[in-house]
């Protein structure tokens, strides 16, 4: 039963989106303008209903914000880059790990059922 529950635990841990990758990213860290989050306000209805939902930034000051010169562009796009792979590794570690507990639960499932057959008393 331990192991179904850590599989499933891992299974939706697999499933859910990750918070701010931004945050574990060390050193001089851009404001991450391509992709940033926080440009919508949302409310819990807005969970269940598509109502109209307004942006916090305009277009415009959104396209103001971007950066002007190349370097700073590829600082951007560096750190799309970081919270790419982060999200990535993530994901792939913790699906790993529901495959192996869902594996384990398996085999452990087909140990008992085997010994139940074989009337094998434990």
Avoid: H
Wanted: net charge positive; charged share 25%.
């Amino acid at each position: 039963m331990g192991i179904w529950l850590l599989a499933l635990y891992s299974l939706f841990l697999s499933i859910i989106s990750i918070s701010n990758p931004q945050k574990v990213i060390q050193g001089d860290v851009p404001k991450g303008r391509f992709y940033n989050g926080d440009l919508f306000n949302f409310k819990l209805i807005d969970n269940f209903c598509n109502f109209p939902i307004k942006s916090e930034l305009t277009l415009d000051k959104f396209i103001s914000e971007l950066p002007k010169d190349d370097t700073e562009v590829i600082k951007e796009l560096a750190l799309e880059k970081f919270k790419l792979v982060y999200i990535r590794d993530v994901k792939i570690r913790r699906v790993s790990q529901c495959i192996k507990l869902t594996f384990s639960w398996i085999v452990l499932g087909l140990c008992v059922w085997t010994l139940y057959l074989f009337k094998v008393g434990l």
